[in-house]
């Protein structure tokens, strides 16, 4: 008979081991009190679900609690200004998408608080994926050609919920509108959550927005996927394989949505606890168990090599959302 108990020795060691890992990575710096991580938008949404995830694995590896906090309000302008103005002693971190790291100061102006290039601090990208393009499943359109029909043949009349103006699904819906002609009411919401609830209610129409939140009520029936964002097919979520992409509905206009969460830091953060954290978040973000977890929400872990390979990531990024910025003529509210 084969004896549990050195496998449940095993077991017990391996956060230890998981931790002495992460601070081989990085001597010199360790949190002495709990880690802050600042979700800039409302409990509920995509954004949320992954930085709950994220934290959770990351305790045993930094040695101290991470406290996920919300702070939403102004597209996230609001979290990632509290970040920024924090103490730069790595305690308190940022997870954010493209539309408060890059697409805000397009929208925002002079009105913006803050400037994440140069403000923050990159750390890594942890998550990437596309949007989805839902309905109510009481609503009748069981095509994405039967939305633009009945889009064009009451123009405003169809409302699509988003977390919010100037994010990632309202810039990507008003670039749908524009190459397929068609008009749609956004109604922006402080958050994923407060929107996937009032498409549950029947109070708006549909969402075309990251996958994460919506997938749960795709699979129970409570919303039927039209499309996806991006220019293919996701063929890696369970459920979504016959799901057209863009490249299929809309042939040669270009419209191909990806999106991505990253984790940043104030910006002069020392480069020990810089190298920490880095080292950390992507020994997270690598292990099969996160990826396994991400999937079937329709996201795939991503990591950056080094936070300086996410500052060069994060530059490039600029042109791509100040161009959806432009062809929406989103302002911030």
Not at 80 to 96: M, P, Q, S, W
Not at 243 to 269: C, F, N, R, S, T
Not at 320 to 328: A, D, F, G, T
Request: glycine share 10%; no cysteine; hydrophobic share 45%.
């Amino acid at each position: 008979m084969i004896s549990r108990r050195p496998l449940l020795g095993l077991a017990a060691l391996a956060p230890v081991a998981a931790r002495a890992q992460v601070q081989a990575t990085a001597q010199g710096w360790a949190p002495n009190r709990p880690v802050h991580l600042i979700v800039p938008i409302a409990p509920g949404g995509a954004l949320d679900i992954t930085a709950r995830m994220l934290g959770e694995r990351l305790q045993p590896l930094l040695g101290q609690s991470v406290v996920v906090e919300n702070r939403a309000g102004a597209g996230g302008n609001i979290g990632a200004e509290f970040v920024a103005r924090a103490e730069k002693d790595g305690h308190t971190l940022l997870i954010g998408a493209a539309n408060t790291l890059v697409a805000n100061k397009y929208l925002y102006g002079s009105r913006m608080p803050l400037d994440p290039l140069k403000d923050l601090a990159p750390v890594t990208r942890v998550s990437t994926g596309t949007i989805l393009m839902v309905v109510n499943a009481k609503r009748p359109w069981k095509s994405f050609a039967e939305l633009v029909a009945a889009a064009r043949a009451a123009p405003g009349k169809i409302t699509m919920g988003s977390s919010g103006t100037g994010t990632t699904s309202h810039l990507y819906m008003e670039l749908v509108k524009k190459v397929a002609g068609i008009d749609i009411t956004h109604v922006p919401y402080r958050g994923g959550g407060p929107a996937i609830q009032d498409l549950l209610s029947g109070n708006i129409d549909m969402m075309f927005d990251v996958m994460p939140a919506l997938m749960p009520h795709v699979r129970e029936g409570r919303f039927r996927a039209l499309a996806v964002g991006s220019a293919r097919r996701v063929t890696y979520v369970p459920g979504l394989e016959a799901v057209p992409g863009m490249d299929e509905l809309l042939p040669g206009k270009g419209v191909d949505a990806q999106v991505w969460y990253a984790i940043m830091a104030p910006a002069g953060l020392a480069q020990p606890a810089l190298a920490r954290l880095h080292a950390a978040v992507t020994q997270v973000a690598r292990a099969p168990e996160f990826g396994e977890r991400l999937v079937p929400l329709g996201f795939q872990p991503i990591t950056d090599p080094s936070p300086e390979d996410f500052g060069r990531f994060l530059a490039a990024e600029e042109g791509r959302w100040k161009s959806l910025v432009e062809i929406s003529g989103a302002q911030a509210e």
